[in-house]
């Protein structure tokens, strides 16, 4: 049964950082590309970050770009988002997901990191930042 779980969310102040990991189970994670979504009330769904299996490259959201790295170690089925430099814009509830498909299409980051393009989500941890 595949899992996917986040943790690493907290209360900070602007300027601060956090690690989120998110803890897979379920499935070959060297399978898979992984995304990064976050939501905010009464906003839509974005997608801040993904990492392909295949080679380790990744996708960041302008909003987050040169602030938010993203990383893999298969060997703990887990994938890792470094968030510095937070803003009180980054406050949400922060998802990962399961790239949909199989084989070379499942490794690789989609073309647009929108929701639909994957099929399995953690139950998120709460990143608020803070003053």
């Known amino acids: 049964q595949v899992h996917l779980g986040e943790s690493g969310g907290g209360l900070v102040q602007p300027g601060g950082s956090l690690r989120l990991s998110c803890e897979a189970s379920?499935?070959?994670?060297?399978?898979?590309?992984i995304g990064w979504f976050r939501q905010a009330p009464g906003k839509e769904r974005e997608g801040v970050s993904c990492i392909s299996s295949s080679d380790g490259s990744a996708y960041y959201a302008d909003s987050v770009k040169g602030r938010f790295t993203i990383s893999r170690d298969n060997a703990k089925n887990t994938v890792y988002l470094q968030m510095n430099t937070l803003k009180p814009e980054d406050t949400a509830v922060y998802h990962c997901a399961l790239r949909k498909g199989r084989g070379l299409v499942a490794q690789f980051c989609p073309f647009r990191n929108v929701a639909d393009e994957y099929d399995y989500w953690g139950q998120g941890t709460q990143v608020t930042v803070s003053s």
């Open positions: 379920g499935f070959t994670l060297d399978d898979y590309a």
